[in-house]
Structures are given as structure tokens and as C-alpha cells.
Antibody, heavy 124, light 109 residues
Framework: QVQLQQWGAGTLKPSETLSLTCAVYGGSSTGSFWSWIRQPPGKGLEWIGEINPSGDTSYNPSLKSRVTISADTSQKQFSLDLRSVTAADTAVYYC??????????????????WGKGTTVTVSS | SSELTQEPTMSVALGQTVKITCQGDSLRNYYATWYQQRPGQAPVLVIFGKNSRPSGIPARFSGSISGTTASLTITGAQAADEADYYCSSRDTGENTSVVFGGGTRLTVL
């Protein structure tokens, strides 16, 4: 059973870089998409990006210019860097493990394992 | 990128049935995935694929799709089902981002 443990700085000043890491414990990582999702206070979920089983990255177009997601397979960890943060980046940040599948007519994608979340506050 | 549209709030009487819907063009190619989120907690997967439930999710949760509208049905809602529900899928075409609906806050009366 895969479990995720995440950590990183909880308070940042504007223009700094948000850095979070998520460690993967247990289970098989085969076919996994390693994702980051955030949730501003009182708002919905926003996907930030992912690194796929081939090691390729995909990002939310609205954040793409400021985001880097990387993975260290030897350490079984993946990381998020978000540059030039502002107050609008204040949110709970989650890491998650995604899996993709298909049937004759449809694809499906789901994230069954999530980290507990890290609250990040950007304030001067 | 594609959008998924959900009703912001819904309510259901205890023991009754409620259907939460999610509409979007990406649902022509992807089944909707449904997550439940209680206050202060991480989202929990409740439905994925055509109508699959992870281990531990009660059978009163079910999913369906018709055209570009997906539904999450809770049959015999319990007080524990009061939560925010988010649908999700992936964009189609060149940009394969993951997309979330805006969420539906469900109140059990």
C-alpha cells in the first residue's frame, strides 16, 4: 500500500520560491503519475502538475512559467518548486499518486493516495 | 483547457438519495473521478472508472455518465456524507492537464 509523506516550508515572503517534497513509502510505483494539487483557503482544488511514469512533466498552463516538478527515483521522492510566489499562492498543497487506465470507450484517471497536505502562507 | 461544472451547493434529507452532477466536454473521453473532502482533511477517492469504488467506500456511492454529464449518486445519505465533492478528469487533445470541477458542498439535513 503506497503512502505519501510531504514536507516543506510553511511560511514564505513574496518573490521567494516555494519548495515541497513528497516521499513515497510502500507498494509498487509502476505506472504512477506523481502530482501536486493545491487548495486556497475556502476554495476548490487546483491541479499544479505531474511527473509521469516516463519522467515527463505536465503543468497547469496557468502556473507553467513558475513551476518545476522533479523526481528522485533512488530516494523515492518527488518535489515541487514554485517560483516568485505571491499572496495568491497561499494554499494547502497536496501531493498525490495518480493512475491511468482505459476501457473500450473511455479513459480514466484517478488519485487514490494523497499526502496529508502542507499549509503554505505567503506574507510580507 | 476544458472545464468541469458542478452545482455549488446541494442538500439531501437523511436516508434519501442525492445525485451530484458534473458537466464538461472532457467527459466525452474520460470517465469522471469523484473525490470527497471533509473539512480540514485531504480529498478521498470515492468513485473512479465506469463505476468503481476503492476498498472502504460504502456501496451507497455510485457513478454514472450520460453524454458529457457525469453523476455521483448517494443512495441513502448518511450524516457522514456531509462534505465537499469534486469531480475530475483529464483534458483531451494536446494539453492533457488534470481538471477539477468547482466542487459541490453537500448538506445532509
Amino acid at each position: 500500500q503506497v503512502q505519501l509523506q510531504q514536507w516543506g516550508a510553511g511560511t514564505l515572503k513574496p518573490s521567494e520560491t516555494l519548495s515541497l517534497t513528497c516521499a513515497v513509502y510502500g507498494g509498487s510505483s509502476t505506472g504512477s503519475f506523481w502530482s501536486w494539487i493545491r487548495q486556497p483557503p475556502g476554495k476548490g482544488l487546483e491541479w499544479i502538475g505531474e511527473i509521469n511514469p516516463s519522467g515527463d512533466t505536465s503543468y497547469n498552463p496557468s502556473l507553467k512559467s513558475r513551476v518545476t516538478i522533479s523526481a528522485d527515483t533512488s530516494q523515492k521522492q518527488f518535489s515541487l518548486d514554485l517560483r516568485s510566489v505571491t499572496a495568491a499562492d497561499t494554499a494547502v498543497y497536496y501531493c498525490a499518486r495518480g493512475l491511468k487506465g482505459s476501457s473500450p470507450d473511455y479513459y480514466y484517471y484517478y488519485m487514490a493516495v494523497w499526502g496529508k497536505g502542507t499549509t503554505v502562507t505567503v506574507s510580507s | 483547457s476544458s472545464e468541469l461544472t458542478q452545482e455549488p451547493t446541494m442538500s439531501v434529507a437523511l436516508g434519501q438519495t442525492v445525485k451530484i452532477t458534473c458537466q464538461g466536454d472532457s467527459l466525452r473521453n474520460y470517465y469522471a473521478t469523484w473525490y470527497q473532502q471533509r473539512p480540514g482533511q485531504a480529498p478521498v477517492l470515492v468513485i473512479f472508472g465506469k463505476n468503481s469504488r476503492p476498498s472502504g467506500i460504502p456501496a451507497r456511492f455510485s457513478g454514472s455518465i450520460s453524454g458529457t454529464t457525469a453523476s455521483l449518486t448517494i443512495t441513502g445519505a448518511q450524516a457522514a456524507d456531509e462534505a465537499d465533492y469534486y469531480c475530475s478528469s483529464r483534458d483531451t487533445g494536446e494539453n492533457t492537464s488534470v481538471v477539477f470541477g468547482g466542487g459541490t458542498r453537500l448538506t445532509v439535513l
